[in-house]
């Protein structure tokens, strides 16, 4: 990839494809040239993959988000197609255009435009306030599965940093929150999809707080607990990024973050991204021509290993 494509949706920082490179040892776009070739030829050579062919810009940020690791990268991306048929309620039957109209009752979701100075990119939250009876927090998942597509399709950082409003967050929702079904959907995100999370900063202010930490500290790994940062108001914030790239209701000079997240779900929701994710769909494995004693090593685990959360 000579460049990055312009994106409607996304600015980038000066040198931005540069930066990211040389921060990563790819400063020699030789040796970048090269890992990309090994992973695409490693991937023809696995008989259980369905697909074998994708997009070199797909692959190359693969390699980015795994840190430039080659093995890091084969080992993600063979979990991301294995778990396309391990956790289909996660990465199956996508209905983009309508399935997400309940979630958008109840949270606003959006990746901010400019990426941090260090090159990571924003996603940014809140919760409405409206009790939703049909609100699922897989729903949640689903879309940030369809994000993650976009963002490895289009966009081009070191990782993500989370932030999430909760003032207006009600009790309702945080009964629909399965601590089990958090976790779950957070390692296929981390894991598999390689989306790397450099902070999750919640932003406290409902009466229900303690009850959504209490939620999260079973949910979270004991790896993403050390990288969660409280703020006591949105005015916090602003000691880890300038305050000009955020919404204007979080005291920024950008978009709100319901028009930021309708300019999203408008490139989400596009013809071009719709066959993105369904060609995605097809990129399961067949596990017919696997192994079974790899197989058992590295996945047979991976759904039940959730059952043993506990509360602090």
């Not at 490895?152 to 993500?160: E, Q």
């Not at 607990?225 to 703020?231: A, C, D, T």
């Amino acid at each position: 990839m000579e460049e990055i494509n312009p994106n409607s949706m996304l600015k980038f920082n000066e040198n931005h494809l540069q930066k990211v490179r040389e921060a990563l040892g790819y400063g020699d776009v030789n040796k970048l040239k090269q890992d990309i070739k090994h992973l695409a030829d490693w991937i023809k050579k696995q008989n259980h993959f369905r697909v074998k062919e994708f997009d070199e810009g797909y692959l190359e940020r693969l390699l980015i988000y795994n840190k430039g690791s080659i093995e890091r990268t084969k080992q993600k991306f063979d979990k991301l197609c294995t778990c396309i048929n391990l956790m289909p309620e996660f990465l199956q039957n996508f209905d983009i255009k309508n399935e997400f109209k309940p979630l958008f009752n109840i949270i606003t979701i959006a990746v901010l435009p400019k990426p941090t100075n260090d090159n990571y990119r924003v996603v940014i939250s809140d919760f409405i306030g409206k009790d939703d009876n049909d609100f699922n927090i897989i729903q949640l998942y689903r879309y940030l599965m369809v994000m993650g597509h976009y963002m490895l399709s289009n966009d081009y950082c070191h990782g993500y940093e989370w932030i999430a409003g909760t003032k207006n967050l009600t009790m309702s929702t945080i009964t629909k929150m399965n601590p089990m079904v958090i976790h779950k959907g957070l390692t296929l995100f981390t894991d598999a999809m390689g989306q790397r999370l450099k902070k999750i900063h919640i932003i406290s202010g409902s009466k229900f707080f303690d009850a959504f930490m209490m939620v999260c500290k079973q949910a979270l790994s004991a790896k993403l607990r050390e990288r969660l940062v409280i703020h006591p108001d949105v005015e916090s914030l602003y000691k880890d990024f300038p305050r000009e790239q955020f919404p204007k209701d979080f005291g920024g000079d950008e978009k709100s973050i319901q028009e930021l997240q309708d300019i999203n779900f408008k490139q989400f929701s596009s013809d071009g991204h719709i066959e993105t994710v369904k060609f995605m769909e097809k990129a399961a494995t067949d596990e017919s021509f696997r192994q079974s004693c790899k197989f058992n090593e590295e996945y047979s685990g991976m759904p039940g290993s959730f059952k043993t959360l506990c509360v602090d």
